[in-house]
């Protein structure tokens, strides 16, 4: 069993920074998915960005240039350093990882953009 503990969120000004983290304790040799997703109120949860086992990655257009996916395989950690944050960025955060038969999310992080 996998369990995720994310970390890092808060309330920033606009054009500020926040990197959230996301610990996993237990194996995850199987893995092969590192997500960040975040849902605003009122909105579907939407992914935000992606790496891969081979460290390909993938953002959402509306983050592109200002988000950065990264993970520490030694100390299985997943990250996200958000750059020039905007109000519409506000949304509760969650890493996901997940593998061929797994499929584990963790709580969730609150970041708020104030304008």
């Keep these: 069993q996998v369990q995720l503990v994310e970390s890092g969120g808060g309330l920033v000004q606009a054009g500020g920074s926040l990197r959230l983290s996301c610990a996993a304790s237990g194996s995850i040799f199987s893995i ?5 997703y975040r849902q605003a109120p009122g909105k579907q949860r939407e992914l935000v960005a992606a790496i891969t086992s081979g460290s390909s ?4 257009d509306s983050v592109k240039g200002r988000f950065t996916i990264s993970r520490d395989n030694a ?3 997943l990250y996200l350093q958000m750059n020039s944050l905007k ?9 996901r990882l ?3 038969l ?13 304008s």
Excluded at 57 to 60: D, G, K, L, Q, R
Aim: hydrophobic share 25%; aromatic share 18%.
């Design 98 to 100: 997940y593998g061929l």
């Design 32 to 36: 092969n998915g590192m997500t960040w």
């Design 57 to 60: 990655t993938n953002y959402a």
């Design 87 to 95: 109000p519409e960025d506000t949304a509760v955060y969650y890493c």
């Design 75 to 77: 100390k299985n950690t």
């Design 102 to 114: 797994e499929d584990y999310w963790g709580q969730g992080t609150q970041v708020t953009v104030s």
